[in-house]
């Protein structure tokens, strides 16, 4: 069963950054994506990238966060900078299998303080 792993989540003071990495254990995917979940709030989409290479962003954090991908370690990153304390959530990695259901990680708190 191939699974999603995060990594790099943590504190941060505003104003900083932190990159996130998300790995599969296998798959093919034609997108991955992360998403974020505040306290009491629904799930967000935050940027995904495509098997293209196209990437999407949601608009409260374009120009500060940058999604890439590294194939050959099916990784996917998250770059975040100049983070806000409204940033701060559970971030969860999300992969669209190509023959298979979607999968997602088991999370990865940020929190920023102001």
């Known amino acids: 069963q191939v699974q999603l792993v995060e990594s790099g989540g943590g504190l941060v003071q505003a104003g900083g950054s932190l990159r996130l990495s998300c790995t599969a254990s296998g798959g093919i995917f034609s997108g991955m994506a992360w998403y974020r979940q505040a306290l009491g709030e629904p799930r967000e989409l935050v940027a995904q990238?495509?098997?293209?290479?196209?990437?999407n962003y949601a608009d409260s954090v374009k120009g500060r966060f940058t999604i890439s991908r590294d194939n050959g370690r099916r990784t996917i990153y998250l770059q975040m900078n100049n983070l806000k304390a409204e940033d701060t959530a559970v971030y969860f990695c999300n992969a669209v299998q190509m023959f298979g259901p979607a999968l997602w990680g088991q999370g990865t708190q940020v929190t920023v303080s102001s």
């Open positions: 990238i495509f098997s293209g290479g196209n990437t």
